[in-house]
């Protein structure tokens, strides 16, 4: 009987043992990390020392730090204990650390990565933790060099001032601060600087853009070296006491290349006496302000600008949130001196006072703004322009989107003002420049200089350009458009109408458009081209013919004399109202009407030509007729009649040379047409005088006789003197006509104007002469076709000559007749902004993923994701979409590019503890009680005798038994589990191992002893359920089941299949479903699966039970 009870004991010993040992593998093997509190320095720094990865640092009471809290190479968290917010604040006294800089002054927390490994990365949240830096001294110096910094070792770096009271020094350091994260009080020169890292400011965090003096001395957040910020807190600052809803510093700084700022948050009712963003000098970041972005309400000292890129290259900024209701500051976005820079406005900007503008470029060179599709400016007060274009050199601006109700408080322009270094706007359909004001000229848009303006559709109405006071300088002039000085407006469609020139007792001329005259500075008038489009109802105050469009001298007071240079012309497409063109001089007094000149192809050219105009002639309905046989030289030519009066007529002299050349007149016939303008001529086209000059060796004598007009003969202001000139042997008349946008010209300047070039072949005498044109398509066109037909019907294809810009033609080719040159040209068609998609890509605590969180990325673009372990970690999975895991290979290569993206995706990355070979972890046996020792054993090999902490490996196995010295006798294990059994095994360690050791003496009961009855009858239970488990699993649990095809069904996969494992297969040249069905009982269903993105098919985990069946049908 003794035999069999000591057996049965043996049994139900190993039986025990090996239950205990499966219970302390399964508790060891915890990935979430510990939780330990402190409550002073000494604890908190030791605590941070010591802490792994995934541990959590619970303060349960203020703290008054004097040194330095430096977390590098792990990820932790600090968190107040519940229910409380706990300060840690920065003691009067601060100890000095030592890195490579040498002794510095530090922050209150650094965050770093190792420089010499670059696989290790590090990262610190902050939850319900307020860092107050109040005491914190000054210096002499602004700011700590970085922590990778080679510096100069002469410099004392102990004089330099704190950096911030966080700082993060590394590429791969990371800091959050979470719900009820504060940092307070900034001493030093930033409260968070980041070189490198990362910066999440999440929902219920906050930072204080003051110290309630001078600020912080370079940004409350400053970046450097390729940053992240994510912004997705909410400031508000009705919910805080002065001075923490006052932001005197520069509050996102950036001062060095790349870096990426990513705005979701939300910052309203608060003070700012400097920029919420300031970048300076650095290049190629990228400012993303999501739909949830905003900056409202606030109050912007005088003088600041809310965003500004100053300096820089390729720096991007797109903004699809809100800024509204703010007052004060200057502009809302300011491009300062940035080459390359891009602006995309897909948000709204709305209801804020600004004494500058709400954007603003200035000093660029070759950057790209566009207001998209969603994009809206509307009801703000400005200075000059909503939007404002100086010496921004070569801009190019695009308008998809409104602009609207914004008021010039000051000065020309409601909507957008461009001048200098040639800036170029483009208006395209869907565009609404509506109801804008401007107190000076240009309601909506006011060109100036080397401006050009293109629109290709949209709409421009309910816009009013406006004189304050009759005090103001000059008149309202262009109510839609003012093109002054030597600015051009390209019209190529669209709409202009019911915009509005002046106000009741104020002059205003030009309601839709008014093209005004050159100055002393500059040599040419503006230049309106109208091929399409249409200009009607509009209105002016000053004139009722000219309320669609108007030329007339500069406002400004600017002397008659040298009002001149305009050119307006209008194409067969366009549409004028009823009151199209009139003019005036420059103080606003209409003197219309004028008289259209066409030419052959019924094409419109305005404008003076020489520099002894007096005052430029416009456009109105009547039209001089056509004299057959006739080209114009010049176009109208105003010849002034002053010191005239009391004689019968006068002469003129039209010059002997056309083009700088010299020609013989018997070889043509001249005609002189000549009409009398001014405020007190007759109608003109009843006093049109034919004249046919006399030839003379200096030119052609032309007398005008003086012509009374109906009031008693007062003489007219002036004439109107237009030469026509004919060949009178072989007239050959070259037209060029075009249908769409472009310019022709001669590069030898023998033409004539734009659309009638007279060639002149006996001009030189050479029956082979070849004049050379280049035909130039306008911005946003492009050459489609070029024909030349001779007089007698010959045709000439020139359309490859034309684009290669080499198109000659030549005397032989052209015949008596109408010789014409037809260029046909297309607007290139605008690509339509591409639809974005969102890829979320998140990892679990023990990997990371880059980038990470959502990324945009554009239809049919591609995006790669890098992935990889925490050290002591292993990757175990990556899915896509939730349903799509990639293979070990895929995992193995440590990469995933999504491409050809036409829709939104996820990744998500999964890891366990690695296996052996991972991290150092560590075993520490204290004896708390008694008298004794302990032995271990890792991985097999023989017993030692523990004497001090012992390294492991993750992953190693270990033994470790107890010996009692003695008089004392073993009594218990904690790890920290209470063990009664003296020799413990630990399999596959996945973190350091601290056990407790007890001894009793020999005369103190034991817990064994006391209830040995009670564990040998647990073991015997124990012991049968063992056994009753092993013959289920020999009897009837099966660990492996086959998978049955037809052969031809072209399947390819295992036959066998691991029991409720996943199995996956392929399907050679097919793509479509796949059934599916576990078993063969009555009950078994048939179940179908689709491919994944590598053609695999998968049968999910936990399915099979039983024989799998695959076929290739359709349920």
């Known amino acids: 009987m003794m035999n069999i009870y000591h057996k049965v004991s043996v049994v139900a010993c190993i039986a025990a043992l090996l239950f205990i ?55 932790i968290t600090i968190e107040g204990a519940a ?34 490994d670059t696989s290790k990365t590090s990262s610190l949240t902050l939850l319900n933790i307020t860092l107050d830096d109040r005491n914190a001294p000054g210096g002499p110096y602004a700011f700590q060099y970085p922590w990778d910094s080679n510096n100069d070792p002469s410099v004392d770096t102990t004089k330099y001032v704190y950096d911030a009271v966080m700082a993060a020094y590394s590429d791969r350091a990371t800091i959050t601060l979470g719900e ?61 006491a002065s001075p923490y809803n006052v932001f005197d510093a520069k509050y996102i700084y950036s001062d060095m290349s790349g870096g990426t700022y990513n705005f979701t948050g939300k910052i309203i009712n608060c003070t700012f006496k400097q920029p919420l963003f300031y970048n300076v000098i650095g290049s190629n970041y990228a400012l993303n302000f999501s739909s949830t972005g905003e900056f409202s309400g606030n109050t912007v000292s005088a003088g600041v600008n809310y965003i500004i890129s ?21 502009s809302i976005f300011l491009f300062s001196g940035s080459t390359r820079g891009t602006l995309l406005i897909n948000g709204e900007i709305s209801n804020n006072v600004v004494s500058g503008q709400t954007i603003c470029f200035a000093q660029g060179l070759d950057c790209i703004a566009t207001i998209g599709k969603d994009g809206k400016i509307s009801g703000n007060k400005v200075n000059i322009g909503a939007i404002y274009l100086n010496y921004a050199t070569n801009i190019k601006f695009n308008i998809y989107g409104e602009i ?195 030419d052959r192809s019924g094409a419109v050219r305005i404008g003076a030509l020489l520099d002894t105009v007096k005052l430029n002639i416009a456009n109105k309905a009547t039209v001089m007729p056509e004299y057959s046989g006739y080209s114009l030289q010049n176009s109208s030519v105003w010849y002034s009649v002053d010191g005239t009066t009391g004689t019968s007529s006068f002469t003129i002299t039209y010059p002997a040379k056309i083009g700088g050349a010299a020609y013989d007149h018997n070889d043509y016939n001249w005609l002189a047409v000549i009409q009398p303008m001014g405020a007190n001529a007759t109608d003109p086209g009843t006093n049109t005088v034919f004249l046919v000059p006399t030839r003379a060796d200096n030119g052609l004598i032309i007398t005008i006789p003086l012509i009374a007009t109906s009031s008693g003969g007062v003489p007219i202001e002036g004439y109107n003197v237009v030469i026509l000139a004919e060949l009178k042997d072989k007239p050959l008349k070259l037209d060029v006509k075009s249908s769409g946008s472009g310019d022709f010209y001669i590069p030898d300047g023998l033409g004539g104007s734009l659309y009638s ?131 070990q290979t895929e995992i193995d290569s440590g990469s995933y590019t999504f491409p050809n993206v036409m829709s939104n995706h996820t990744i998500a990355v ?101 209830n040995s009855i009670f564990l040998w009858i647990l073991f015997i239970i124990v012991l049968l359920i063992l056994i009753i488990l092993l013959l289920w699993l020999i009897l009837f649990y099966r660990r492996r089941y086959d998978v049955i095809w037809d052969s031809s069904s072209g399947i390819e ?46 049968i999910p985990k936990g399915e099979i039970t039983d024989n799998v069946f695959l076929e290739k049908r359709q349920l």
């Open 21 to 75: 040992t499966s219970f302390a593998v399964i508790t060891s093997d915890d990935s979430q990390g510990a939780t330990v509190s402190v409550n002073d320095q000494t604890s908190l720094l030791n605590a941070v020392n010591s802490a792994q990865n995934g541990d959590t640092i619970l303060v349960t009471q203020d703290i008054v730090l004097n040194e330095l809290i430096y977390v590098a190479d792990k990820h």
């Open 1053 to 1098: 996969g295992n036959d066998k299949v691991r029991r409720k494992s996943e199995y996956r297969f392929k399907a050679v040249g097919y793509s479509g479903k796949m059934a599916y069905r576990i078993g063969e009982d009555d009950d078994a269903t048939w179940k179908t699966v689709l491919p994944n993105v590598n053609g695999e098919y998968v």
């Open 757 to 887: 070039i007279i060639l002149n072949p006996p001009l030189l005498g050479n029956p082979q002469f070849v004049d050379n044109f280049v035909i130039s398509p306008a911005p946003g066109w492009e050459i489609k076709s070029v024909i030349l037909t001779a007089g007698d019907g010959t045709v000439f294809d020139k359309t490859a000559d034309a684009l290669s810009g080499n198109l000659k033609v030549s005397y032989n080719e052209l015949a008596t007749g109408a010789n014409t040159i037809t260029a046909v040209f297309t607007i290139i068609p605008t690509p339509p902004e591409p639809k974005q998609y969102t890829i979320t890509a998140t990892a679990d605590s023990g990997s990371t993923i880059t980038p990470s969180g959502k990324v945009t990325v554009q239809q049919g673009g591609s995006q790669t994701f890098a992935f990889k372990a925490k050290e002591g970690y292993k990757i175990t999975e990556v899915l896509i979409d939730g349903l799509y895991p990639l293979t």
């Open 404 to 598: 609207s109700n914004n008021i010039s408080l000051s000065n020309n322009a409601g909507a957008l003002y461009a001048i200098y270094n040639n800036p170029r706007i483009f208006i395209y359909d869907g565009a609404r420049i509506i109801g804008n004001t401007a107190y000076g000229a240009g309601g909506a848009i006011y060109l100036n200089y080397t401006a050009t303006l293109t629109m290709y559709g949209g709409e421009i109405s309910g816009n009013i350009a406006q004189c304050k006071d009759m005090a103001d300088a000059g008149l309202a002039g262009g109510g839609g458009v003012c093109v002054a000085r030597s600015a051009t407006f390209i019209m190529n469609g669209g709409t202009i109408s019911g915009n509005y020139a002046g106000i009741a007792g104020y002059p205003g001329i030009g309601g839709g458009v008014f093209v005004s005259g050159k100055t002393t500075s500059v040599t040419t008038g503006g230049r309106f081209i109208m091929n399409g489009g249409t200009v009607s109802g509009n209105f002016a105050t000053s004139v009722t013919d000219g309320a669609d469009i108007a030329i007339g001298g500069s406002n400004n007071n600017i002397s008659p004399s040298i009002d001149k240079g305009q050119f307006i012309q209008i194409g067969k497409d366009a549409v004028i109202g009823t009151n199209p063109i009139g003019v005036s001089k420059y103080d606003g007094t209409y003197v219309g009407p004028a008289v259209f000149l066409t």
């Open 310 to 330: 100053q300096s820089g290259q390729d720096n991007t900024i797109n903004f699809f949130g809100k800024i509204s209701g703010n007052t004060g500051g200057s």
């Open 180 to 240: 009820g994260a504060k940092i307070i009080n900034i001493g030093g020169a930033s409260a968070i600087r980041v070189d490198g890292g990362i910066l999440n400011l999440e929902e219920g965090s906050y930072v204080q853009g003051t110290n309630g003096s001078s600020g912080s001395l370079f940004g409350t957040l400053w970046f450097q070296g390729g940053a992240t910020l994510n912004f997705d807190t909410t400031i508000d600052g009705s919910t805080l």
């Open 910 to 1010: 999964k890891s366990i503890t690695a296996g052996p070979g991972g991290n150092e972890i560590t075993l520490t046996i204290d004896i708390v009680k008694g008298d004794g020792y302990a032995e271990y054993n890792i991985n097999g090999g023989g017993f030692n005798r523990y004497t001090e902490p012992v390294t492991l490996q993750v992953g190693d196995d270990l033994v470790v038994r107890a010996f009692a010295a003695d008089g004392y006798k073993f009594a218990k294990w904690e790890t920290p589990n209470v063990e009664t059994s003296s020799v413990l095994t630990f399999n596959d360690l996945g973190s350091s191992l601290h056990l407790k050791l007890y001894f009793s003496t020999a005369g103190e009961s034991s817990a064994v002893g006391d």
């Open 83 to 116: 229910g409380s917010n706990i300060t840690i604040s920065r003691a009067s006294v601060f100890a000095q650390h030592f890195d490579r800089r040498g002794w510095y002054n530090p922050a209150m927390i650094e965050v770093a990565a190792s420089p010499s």
